[in-house]
């Protein structure tokens, strides 16, 4: 039996939990940490150490502490903002579940920006200087995070994200791992916010320019820029370039789209289609449809461009495409957010390790 209340934060607080704990449990509850970091914001979760092999995850998932803070992606904001981000919000969340730096088992984050080794053994090393020498610490790219939170945990398939940018990040049965897209706007990440929003700006100065077509888009991004012309978009977008407050435009272009504006309907498909290549360079890479394309697998859909849009959807748009060259992949929209994900790799791998170790 177990004991549960409501939080404010939507998940549950657990009193007196009875799943299979961590051996290392004492009088102080053990728990682990859960990061999401992206590009827009950082997300950090703290639960109970669980043993969950066996399917006896709670739905929800317990959440005792829930902290947000900024963007965490080192390559936008510099190392040391990065850092200091990171500590601050597993800090917050670590307070508000009542628990110490002492009773956290592992810590698992799944940061945007994380493209080499180089990358995980620089954020490894921030950790290590946060928490004590016990502590298990895991680090990850923010798509193998968001594939946890659609799998509970468990990693096999394919994640989509579009959010400010784009990522498909996939694992195979037997633990090979592949992805593409997720280098940023400078190298293309077309069918996130980010590359949906730029190109709807650029289509604006081509048709003032008279180099393109005129369209819907003019007005409507003028408006909520409260901007009077144009030529004021130029220094509108360089006086701050960062990635989220460019892709913030993306629900202009789908309004334009949804009331018929050419532009902004061809910018949108091409987005889809943009995406849905992304996938299918991942699902080649690790043969997840077998050899005739019919074999099943989970796409795990995350991010604001896939699922915000209800009339334009372009994430069913892009799950149409993919379905027609893989049937049996099947869509998955995540219950829990992308920390929660992360908080279940740490259970995960933290229980594996000590399996292996002959502990548990």
Known sequence: MSTTKNTQNGGVSVDRYDLHIGSDCNDEKTVVLGVDGGTTSTICVCMPLLHISNNHLPDPPPILGRAIAGCSNHNSVGETLARDTLEQVMMEALSKSGAKKSAVEAVCLGVSGVNHPNDQDRILNWLREIFPKHVKVYVQNDAVAALASGSMGKLHGCVLIAGTGSIAYGFSEDGKEARAAG?????????????IAAQALTCVVRAHDG?????M???????????SSPDELIGWTYADPSWARIAALVPVVVSCAEDGDGVANQILNEAVQELA?????????????????????PIVLVGGVLTDNKNWDIGQKVVNTLIKTYPGAFPVRPKVEPAVGAALLACNFYMKEKEKNGVL
């Open 217 to 227: 888009l003019t007005n409507c991004i003028l408006k909520s820029l409260n901007l």
């Open 183 to 195: 280098g940023g706007p400078v190298l293309g990440d077309w069918g996130s916010g980010y590359g």
């Open 211 to 215: 180099r393109g077509p005129q369209t």
């Open 277 to 297: 290549v992304t996938v299918k360079a991942v699902v080649h890479k690790l043969g997840l449809s077998g050899a005739d394309n019919s074999g099943e697998f």
